[in-house]
């Protein structure tokens, strides 16, 4: 249950972040839902990959190359998703740094503490 409660914010983060920044659309609601599975199944299978692949470079240049590799991850996932677009660089960094902010406060505010 928590699960998809997390999966229906993180898709209105996904909504906000496309109001907010210009550059990223999302036609529907249904769009946001499986861009936020898109961007889910892409942080499980293929971000620990990379980051492991561009561990050293990550590490050169103090983890800023891991907002660049975010903001990669999230021009894919636009790619991927139907009802979605992100026109440019920028914006996907934009985007990634606010859903970045805007799940970790998502996890916070949904965690058990028990």
Known sequence: M???LRWILFALSVML???L???ISVENFPAALLLAFI??????????IL??????????????????????????AG?????????GFLSAF???LLLAFLGSAIFQITDKKD
Not at 79 to 87: E, M
């Open 79 to 87: 790619y991927f998703a139907p009802g979605v677009s992100i026109d």
């Open 39 to 48: 961007i889910g199944l892409i942080n499980v299978f293929i971000k620990p």
């Open 51 to 76: 980051g492991l692949i561009t561990l050293p470079i990550n590490v050169l240049t103090l983890g800023i190359f891991g907002l660049i590799l975010n903001a990669l991850l999230f021009m894919l």
């Open 21 to 23: 920044i210009p550059g």
């Open 94 to 96: 934009l985007g990634s």
């Open 17 to 19: 972040a496309a109001w």
């Open 2 to 4: 928590m699960m998809i």
